[in-house]
C-alpha cells in the first residue's frame, strides 16, 4: 500500500499519513496535495521521496487529489521549514505556512482574440461588429474586453461575434508590476559606476574573495551610518549573479523597504522581484511565482522572504540585521536573520550580515570567530559624523519647568535649520498627544479594559481625543469627568509624536511638517509618499518614532533632534540598553550625509547611562564592551541560550498556577539538561486582549535540550497546548 507523508496547515499538528488511492502517481516532495483533516479538505506538502514507515494507527485516509505533477516549494525551501518547525518548537504545517505565496491571488484579466478561421467575406457584419474585426486585426494577441468597451465595443456585440465563430474569448493571468503602483519609489538615485572608497573597495574585494569560494559562510558588515554599505552589497551581489547564481535581500518591515528595493531595481531592472508586506497581495502573488518559475535572480524582500523559492543561491544579505522586525512574534516564532545563516548553510551560500549597530549576537559570533568580520569605519567622501551633544533634561526642568518639550538648545537649532532651509528629523518613540489621563481626585488612570496598560490620548483628525489602547485598539472618547470618582479635573501626563508635531507648527507655523510612525501610516502608500517629499525637499521637519531611523538617505538633513533618549530604558527587558544605543546611534547617523555637517541634539533624563554615553560618542565597540561583560554577569543571551513561556488564562491565578505547573516538571529534568528554570511570574503585560499571562524562562547553554524539556512537558498537559507560547531565542520579552 502506497503511503505519503503530508504537513497540514494546522496549528501543532505532527506531520501526517495518508494513503495514495491506486491510480495515483506518487508525488513529488514539495509538491501540493488536497487532503481529508477531520471534516475539511486542507492543501498540505508533500514531506517524503519515498515510501514513510507505516504509523501504528490502522485507518488512513487517501490522498484527494494531487495539484502539481512538480514539486511545488523547491526541496530546499521544504527542508528549511522542517528545521525551522525543529528549531522554533512548532508544528511543520505552521513553519511551511510561512514559506507558502498568499492564496487566491491569481488576477485574470477577459479579452477576446480572432479565431483561427478569421473572417469569412461571406458572412455579413453589423456596423459595430466590422469596427470590432478590424481592431482586432491589428492585435495579434487579442484586445482586453475593457479596452474595447472603452471604444464602443459592447461586450453584446463580442458575444454576438462569437457565435459566428468569429472570435474567442480568454482569460489571461496579469501581473501586477508593484513598482509601476507607486507603492515602491525610488528614493535614491544611484550614479553607475561611481568610484569606490578605499573602504569600500577592501569590502567589495574581501567579499568577492569569500563570494569565490563558493561555500556556506558568515560575514559581518560592520559598517558605520554613512560609510556606503548599499554599494558594497550592490557589487557584490553583482558578481554572485554573473556566476549564475541567486541572490537573496532581507530588509526589515515598513519604511526601509522601498528605498532598497528601488536601488536593487535601478541596478538589476527585471531581474529583482521584491516580498514584502506593503504589496497587496496579489502583488506578492505575482512576484512569488516570478521567483519561483526562475525569470529573476535577485530576491529583495522582508522577513518571510527568507523562504523565497530561490534555486541554486549563492548569496544571502540581512541588511540592518540588528533590526528586531526579522523577528516574528507569533506562530512561527522565527528569527529571519538566524533562518538566513540556517538557509545559507544548507545551501552552501555565502551570508553578508550587515549594520552600524550589529545585535550583540552577531558581534559575539565575530569576536569568537564563528562570523568573518569586515568594517568600514568611515564615511564616504571623508564626511564627518554628526556632532552629538547632550541636553539633561533635568537641569532644563529645574529651569524652565515640568512641561518643556524642546530644550533651549533644540529650538535654537531647529530655528536655525529652518531659517538655512535645511531639513531636520525630530525623534520621539512614543506615539500620541498624552501617554496617560488621570484623575486629580482619586488618582485612577484611564485603562484599558482589556490590558493592563493605560489608554494613550490621540487627535481623531476632528478635533476630538480619543484614548485609545496600543495592543488591542480600544478606544473611547476621552470623558470630561473621571469615570471613577465623578471628579472634574481630569489631567494628561506624558507626551509622544503628535504633541511633538502639533509643538512645532505651533512655534514655527510656515514650517513644512510631517510625522512618520504607526497611526499615520495606516493607508496604504502613506509611508512612501511621506519620504519622496522628504526626499524631494518639500518638508521641512520630519517627526516620527524609531521608523524615522532606519537606513533612509536623506542628504539634505543636517539635524537630528531626539526627545526623551530614555523612553527605551525602562523597560523590563535585558535588551532596553542595546535598544537604545541603537536607536540613537542610528537616528544620529540620519544627519550629515551630503555636502553640509550633521549635528545631533540629544535630550535625556540620564546622560550618564552607558548606552546614551556610546550612542552619543557613537563608539560602538565601546558599547559593545560594556553591554557584553553586563551579560555575561547577569547570565543573559548571547552568552546562554533563553526561551520564554507565556501562559495564557482566563484569570490570572489560572495562569499562573498553570505556569508553575509547567516549572515544576520542566525542573525535574533541569538538571540533567543543564538549564535552570526562571518563574513563573505575571508577565509584564499581565493582561493582554481579556487573557491573563504568566511567564517563564529557561536559561542554559543547550538548546535543544531545553526544546526537548519543554515539548514533552507541555505533552503531558494537552489541555495547556493551545494556551502555551513557546518562543526559542525570544526578542521581546514582555
Ligand atoms: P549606509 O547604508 O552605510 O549608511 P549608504 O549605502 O546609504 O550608507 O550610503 C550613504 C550615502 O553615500 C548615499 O547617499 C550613497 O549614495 C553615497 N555613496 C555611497 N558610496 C559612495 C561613493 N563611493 N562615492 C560617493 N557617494 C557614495
Ligand atoms: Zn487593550
Redesign the pocket.
Same mark, same amino acid.
Given at each position: 500500500m502506497a503511503l505519503v507523508s503530508v504537513a497540514v496547515p494546522v496549528p501543532f499538528l505532527d506531520l501526517l499519513t495518508y494513503h495514495l488511492p491506486d491510480g495515483l502517481p506518487r508525488p513529488a516532495r514539495g509538491a501540493r496535495v488536497l487532503v481529508p483533516v477531520g471534516a475539511r479538505r486542507v492543501t498540505g506538502i508533500v514531506m517524503d521521496d519515498g515510501e514513510p514507515a507505516r504509523p501504528a494507527s490502522a485507518a488512513l485516509k487517501d490522498v484527494i487529489e494531487i495539484l502539481d505533477a512538480q514539486a511545488f516549494l523547491p526541496p530546499a525551501v521544504v527542508d528549511l521549514a522542517l528545521w525551522v518547525a525543529e528549531y522554533y518548537a512548532c508544528g511543520p504545517g505552521d513553519a511551511l505556512s510561512a514559506a507558502m505565496p498568499p492564496s487566491n491571488t491569481e488576477k485574470t484579466v477577459q479579452r477576446v482574440v480572432l479565431s483561427a478561421q478569421g473572417h469569412d467575406p461571406g458572412v455579413k457584419l453589423a456596423k459595430r461588429q466590422a469596427e470590432a474585426v478590424e481592431m482586432l486585426r491589428g492585435a495579434p494577441d487579442g484586445l482586453p474586453v475593457s479596452t474595447l468597451a472603452e471604444r464602443g465595443i459592447s461586450t453584446d456585440v463580442l458575444k454576438r461575434l462569437a457565435l459566428k465563430g468569429m472570435l474567442v474569448f480568454q482569460r489571461s493571468r496579469v501581473e501586477r508590476d508593484p513598482f509601476s503602483s507607486g507603492v515602491v519609489q525610488a528614493t %535614491?538615485v544611484?550614479p553607475s559606476n561611481?568610484?569606490? *572608497?578605499e573602504e569600500?573597495a577592501g569590502a567589495v574585494t574581501a567579499l568577492q574573495e569569500t563570494a569565490a569560494r563558493g561555500t556556506f559562510s558568515v560575514t559581518l558588515l560592520h559598517? %558605520? *551610518?554613512?560609510?556606503?554599505? *548599499?554599494?558594497v552589497y550592490l557589487r557584490v551581489a553583482d558578481t554572485v549573479r554573473r556566476a549564475g547564481k541567486s541572490v537573496l535581500v532581507l530588509v526589515p518591515e515598513i519604511a526601509l523597504t522601498p528605498a532598497l528595493a528601488s536601488v536593487f531595481r535601478e541596478a538589476f531592472g527585471n531581474d529583482v522581484a521584491v516580498q514584502h508586506s506593503g504589496l497587496s497581495a496579489g502583488e506578492r502573488g505575482d512576484q512569488w511565482e516570478r521567483i519561483r518559475r526562475g525569470d529573476v535572480s535577485i530576491v529583495v524582500g522582508t522577513r518571510s522572504a527568507v523562504f523565497a523559492p530561490l534555486s541554486n543561491l549563492g548569496l544571502i544579505i540581512v541588511d540592518e540585521e540588528h533590526d528586531t522586525s526579522f523577528k516574528q512574534e507569533e506562530t512561527p516564532r522565527y528569527h529571519g536573520r538566524d533562518v538566513a545563516v540556517m538557509r545559507g548553510k544548507q545551501e552552501g551560500a555565502m551570508v553578508v550580515l550587515?549594520s552600524?549597530t550589529p545585535s550583540l549576537e552577531s558581534a559575539q559570533n565575530a569576536t569568537a570567530g564563528r562570523y568573518a568580520l569586515v568594517s568600514?569605519k568611515r564615511?564616504?567622501?571623508d564626511r564627518p559624523l554628526p556632532a552629538v551633544s547632550v541636553v539633561d533634561m533635568r537641569l532644563e526642568y529645574a529651569a524652565v519647568g515640568p512641561d518643556v518639550i524642546f530644550s533651549q538648545r533644540l529650538t535654537q537649532a531647529l530655528a536655525g535649520r529652518l531659517q538655512a532651509g535645511q531639513q531636520s528629523l525630530v525623534l520621539l518613540n512614543r506615539r500620541g498627544l498624552a501617554t496617560a489621563v488621570f484623575c486629580r481626585q482619586c488618582g485612577s488612570t484611564l485603562d484599558c479594559p482589556n490590558c493592563s496598560v493605560s489608554l494613550i490620548v490621540h487627535s481623531d483628525g476632528k478635533d476630538r481625543h480619543r484614548a485609545r489602547c496600543h495592543y488591542c485598539n480600544y478606544s473611547a472618547l476621552v470623558p470630561k469627568a473621571c469615570p471613577s470618582c465623578a471628579g472634574p479635573y481630569l489631567e494628561r501626563r506624558g507626551f509622544g509624536t503628535e504633541r511633538v508635531e502639533a509643538e512645532i507648527r505651533r512655534l514655527w507655523p510656515r514650517a513644512r511638517v510631517a510625522r512618520i510612525d504607526r497611526d499615520s501610516i495606516r493607508r496604504r502608500g502613506a509611508v512612501a509618499q511621506v519620504l519622496r517629499s522628504m526626499a524631494a525637499g518639500d518638508l521641512d521637519v520630519l517627526v516620527g518614532t524609531q521608523m524615522i531611523a532606519k537606513?533612509h538617505?536623506f542628504?539634505r538633513v543636517t539635524l537630528v533632534g531626539v526627545i526623551s533618549a530614555d523612553v527605551g530604558l525602562g523597560v523590563a527587558d535585558f535588551r532596553a540598553a542595546e535598544r537604545t544605543f541603537q536607536l540613537l546611534t542610528q537616528v544620529a547617523?540620519r544627519a550629515g550625509?551630503g555636502v553640509d555637517k550633521g549635528e545631533a541634539v540629544i535630550q535625556t533624563l540620564f546622560p550618564d547611562h552607558y548606552s546614551i554615553r556610546h550612542a552619543c560618542s557613537q563608539d560602538y565597540d565601546a558599547f559593545f564592551a560594556d553591554e557584553i561583560a553586563y551579560r555575561r554577569a547577569m547570565r543573559y543571551p548571547p552568552l546562554t541560550a533563553l526561551v520564554n513561556l507565556v501562559v495564557r488564562g482566563p484569570d490570572g491565578r489560572r495562569a499562573l498556577s498553570d505556569a508553575a505547573t509547567l516549572a515544576r516538571q520542566l525542573s525535574r529534568t533541569a538538571e540533567a539538561g543543564r538549564y535552570a528554570v526562571l518563574g513563573p511570574a505575571p508577565a509584564p503585560l499581565a493582561k493582554l486582549r481579556g487573557e491573563y499571562r504568566a511567564q517563564l524562562f529557561l536559561k542554559g547553554a543547550n538548546r535543544t535540550a531545553m526544546r526537548e524539556a519543554v515539548q514533552a512537558a507541555v505533552e503531558q498537559h494537552p489541555d495547556l497546548r493551545r494556551r502555551v507560547a513557546i518562543d526559542i531565542d525570544p526578542v521581546s520579552i514582555l
Amino acid at each position: 500500500m502506497a503511503l505519503v507523508s503530508v504537513a497540514v496547515p494546522v496549528p501543532f499538528l505532527d506531520l501526517l499519513t495518508y494513503h495514495l488511492p491506486d491510480g495515483l502517481p506518487r508525488p513529488a516532495r514539495g509538491a501540493r496535495v488536497l487532503v481529508p483533516v477531520g471534516a475539511r479538505r486542507v492543501t498540505g506538502i508533500v514531506m517524503d521521496d519515498g515510501e514513510p514507515a507505516r504509523p501504528a494507527s490502522a485507518a488512513l485516509k487517501d490522498v484527494i487529489e494531487i495539484l502539481d505533477a512538480q514539486a511545488f516549494l523547491p526541496p530546499a525551501v521544504v527542508d528549511l521549514a522542517l528545521w525551522v518547525a525543529e528549531y522554533y518548537a512548532c508544528g511543520p504545517g505552521d513553519a511551511l505556512s510561512a514559506a507558502m505565496p498568499p492564496s487566491n491571488t491569481e488576477k485574470t484579466v477577459q479579452r477576446v482574440v480572432l479565431s483561427a478561421q478569421g473572417h469569412d467575406p461571406g458572412v455579413k457584419l453589423a456596423k459595430r461588429q466590422a469596427e470590432a474585426v478590424e481592431m482586432l486585426r491589428g492585435a495579434p494577441d487579442g484586445l482586453p474586453v475593457s479596452t474595447l468597451a472603452e471604444r464602443g465595443i459592447s461586450t453584446d456585440v463580442l458575444k454576438r461575434l462569437a457565435l459566428k465563430g468569429m472570435l474567442v474569448f480568454q482569460r489571461s493571468r496579469v501581473e501586477r508590476d508593484p513598482f509601476s503602483s507607486g507603492v515602491v519609489q525610488a528614493t %535614491v538615485v544611484r550614479p553607475s559606476n561611481r568610484e569606490l *572608497t578605499e573602504e569600500q573597495a577592501g569590502a567589495v574585494t574581501a567579499l568577492q574573495e569569500t563570494a569565490a569560494r563558493g561555500t556556506f559562510s558568515v560575514t559581518l558588515l560592520h559598517g %558605520v *551610518t554613512g560609510s556606503g554599505k *548599499t554599494e558594497v552589497y550592490l557589487r557584490v551581489a553583482d558578481t554572485v549573479r554573473r556566476a549564475g547564481k541567486s541572490v537573496l535581500v532581507l530588509v526589515p518591515e515598513i519604511a526601509l523597504t522601498p528605498a532598497l528595493a528601488s536601488v536593487f531595481r535601478e541596478a538589476f531592472g527585471n531581474d529583482v522581484a521584491v516580498q514584502h508586506s506593503g504589496l497587496s497581495a496579489g502583488e506578492r502573488g505575482d512576484q512569488w511565482e516570478r521567483i519561483r518559475r526562475g525569470d529573476v535572480s535577485i530576491v529583495v524582500g522582508t522577513r518571510s522572504a527568507v523562504f523565497a523559492p530561490l534555486s541554486n543561491l549563492g548569496l544571502i544579505i540581512v541588511d540592518e540585521e540588528h533590526d528586531t522586525s526579522f523577528k516574528q512574534e507569533e506562530t512561527p516564532r522565527y528569527h529571519g536573520r538566524d533562518v538566513a545563516v540556517m538557509r545559507g548553510k544548507q545551501e552552501g551560500a555565502m551570508v553578508v550580515l550587515g549594520s552600524a549597530t550589529p545585535s550583540l549576537e552577531s558581534a559575539q559570533n565575530a569576536t569568537a570567530g564563528r562570523y568573518a568580520l569586515v568594517s568600514m569605519k568611515r564615511r564616504v567622501q571623508d564626511r564627518p559624523l554628526p556632532a552629538v551633544s547632550v541636553v539633561d533634561m533635568r537641569l532644563e526642568y529645574a529651569a524652565v519647568g515640568p512641561d518643556v518639550i524642546f530644550s533651549q538648545r533644540l529650538t535654537q537649532a531647529l530655528a536655525g535649520r529652518l531659517q538655512a532651509g535645511q531639513q531636520s528629523l525630530v525623534l520621539l518613540n512614543r506615539r500620541g498627544l498624552a501617554t496617560a489621563v488621570f484623575c486629580r481626585q482619586c488618582g485612577s488612570t484611564l485603562d484599558c479594559p482589556n490590558c493592563s496598560v493605560s489608554l494613550i490620548v490621540h487627535s481623531d483628525g476632528k478635533d476630538r481625543h480619543r484614548a485609545r489602547c496600543h495592543y488591542c485598539n480600544y478606544s473611547a472618547l476621552v470623558p470630561k469627568a473621571c469615570p471613577s470618582c465623578a471628579g472634574p479635573y481630569l489631567e494628561r501626563r506624558g507626551f509622544g509624536t503628535e504633541r511633538v508635531e502639533a509643538e512645532i507648527r505651533r512655534l514655527w507655523p510656515r514650517a513644512r511638517v510631517a510625522r512618520i510612525d504607526r497611526d499615520s501610516i495606516r493607508r496604504r502608500g502613506a509611508v512612501a509618499q511621506v519620504l519622496r517629499s522628504m526626499a524631494a525637499g518639500d518638508l521641512d521637519v520630519l517627526v516620527g518614532t524609531q521608523m524615522i531611523a532606519k537606513g533612509h538617505d536623506f542628504p539634505r538633513v543636517t539635524l537630528v533632534g531626539v526627545i526623551s533618549a530614555d523612553v527605551g530604558l525602562g523597560v523590563a527587558d535585558f535588551r532596553a540598553a542595546e535598544r537604545t544605543f541603537q536607536l540613537l546611534t542610528q537616528v544620529a547617523g540620519r544627519a550629515g550625509r551630503g555636502v553640509d555637517k550633521g549635528e545631533a541634539v540629544i535630550q535625556t533624563l540620564f546622560p550618564d547611562h552607558y548606552s546614551i554615553r556610546h550612542a552619543c560618542s557613537q563608539d560602538y565597540d565601546a558599547f559593545f564592551a560594556d553591554e557584553i561583560a553586563y551579560r555575561r554577569a547577569m547570565r543573559y543571551p548571547p552568552l546562554t541560550a533563553l526561551v520564554n513561556l507565556v501562559v495564557r488564562g482566563p484569570d490570572g491565578r489560572r495562569a499562573l498556577s498553570d505556569a508553575a505547573t509547567l516549572a515544576r516538571q520542566l525542573s525535574r529534568t533541569a538538571e540533567a539538561g543543564r538549564y535552570a528554570v526562571l518563574g513563573p511570574a505575571p508577565a509584564p503585560l499581565a493582561k493582554l486582549r481579556g487573557e491573563y499571562r504568566a511567564q517563564l524562562f529557561l536559561k542554559g547553554a543547550n538548546r535543544t535540550a531545553m526544546r526537548e524539556a519543554v515539548q514533552a512537558a507541555v505533552e503531558q498537559h494537552p489541555d495547556l497546548r493551545r494556551r502555551v507560547a513557546i518562543d526559542i531565542d525570544p526578542v521581546s520579552i514582555l
